[in-house]
């Protein structure tokens, strides 16, 4: 297992590029100033020195060390000692919506910020359960495969946005096969849980039937309806300081956003699971992680990586290497030196 201990300094990297732009500019401005004071053809009698070719391999040398350099400043470890342990909880699928239509307000601060809060809070209380993240709105891919590493579980939480899927409408019925899909080896034994979490709008018809088909498989659905049937608006920009722009249609009418608990609670009723309305006190994590919390408990091995070790000298020597070759690569021809060891003829 391989790792960096300060990955954000992996950062300066894409400062190489500007490097390389800055570097060819000042190449490109010499050899105007140069052809403007004297004719290209006597600057080959006058100045057959120069070599704008060992400018460049210089720079790129310079410019290799100083990524090996970065590299070793954020420190590659690897993992040495694997420690395997037996563990026992369930598996837990999360289909989260993140159409357009949960940026809504109508529960607070908007619907997917309300989920996304308490689903990071449903992680501090799971206890050796597994825990995977399927993401929807048109289509549907997995965010997080199943994990029993809670901290990835809520680093993945934390970067879910209704931009990262393009293609609007709610996925409902692949969200749910791709969770089945998920959970792996098909054991009707093991305890494995769907929570699908959505305001339900654009239903696929084909949604129930799927999670009939999934049920059958051992896998409870338990769904949480996301905001008010009596609908809001939907936020799409913001104009100003306190001004909010809205979604409109093609005639130009405001958009409202409805919770439709009809699929929900359908979906709940064959998937053998409960269907909670969410609300600005809390969407009802809490209820069905307690239910969960009474199923019976897989048993599985979890792999960790421990004892990492330091790898940084490796690429800093890397990068003395390439110091010491720049250092030995003259910038003007050398008939002695550079011409028989690095660059022959010129």
């Known amino acids: 297992m391989i790792r960096t ?17 800055i570097h060819y500019m000042y190449i490109k401005k010499k050899k105007a100033r140069l052809n403007n004071l004297v004719d290209k053809e006597l600057i ?29 400043i954020a420190n590659p470890q690897i993992g040495t000692a ?23 307000e109508d529960i607070k601060p908007n619907r997917i910020s309300r989920a996304k809060q308490s689903l990071n809070n449903l992680i501090n209380q799971l206890n050796n359960d597994r825990i995977g993240i399927i993401i929807f709105a048109g289509s549907a891919y997995v965010q997080l495969p199943i994990t029993n590493d809670y901290s990835a579980a809520k680093t993945f939480i934390d970067v879910i946005d209704p931009s990262m899927i393009s293609n609007q409408g709610t996925a409902i019925g692949e969200a749910l096969e791709i969770a089945n899909e998920s959970f792996g080896e098909k054991n009707k034994n093991k305890s494995k849980s769907i929570i699908l979490i959505s305001d339900g709008e654009d ?21 949480i309806g996301l905001g008010l049937p009596e609908g809001s608006l939907i936020p799409i920009a913001k104009k100003g ?22 699929i929900l609670k359908d979906i709940a009723s064959v998937g053998n699971g409960v269907y909670i309305r969410a609300n600005n006190a809390s969407i009802g994590l809490d209820n069905i992680l307690a239910r969960i ?12 990586y421990k004892d990492y070790e330091n790898r940084f000298y490796i690429f800093a020597f890397i990068a003395l290497v390439f110091l010491c070759i720049e250092f030995l690569v003259f910038e003007k021809k050398n008939k002695y030196i550079n011409r028989k060891f690095f660059f022959g003829k010129e």
Request: hydrophobic content about 45%.
């Open 5 to 21: 201990e300060f990955p954000e300094a992996l950062y300066l990297l894409i400062l190489i590029p500007f490097f390389f732009i």
């Open 44 to 72: 080959k009698t006058i100045a057959p020195e120069i070599s704008y070719g060992k400018l460049w391999t210089k720079f790129t040398l310079l410019n290799l060390a100083y990524a090996f350099i970065v590299i070793a």
């Open 82 to 104: 694997i420690e395997k342990s037996e563990r026992k909880g369930t598996d837990l699928m999360v289909c989260l919506d993140i159409s357009n239509s949960m940026l809504a």
């Open 203 to 223: 239903n696929e018809e084909e949604a129930v039937s799927i999670a009939k088909k999934i049920a059958k498989d051992g896998v409870v659905i338990n769904t």
């Open 241 to 262: 300081i306190g001004k909010i722009d809205y979604k409109k249609d093609e005639n130009g009418s405001y958009v409202m956003t409805k919770l439709n608990e009809t």
């Open 293 to 304: 919390n009474k199923m019976d408990k897989n048993e599985y091995q979890a792999i960790a």
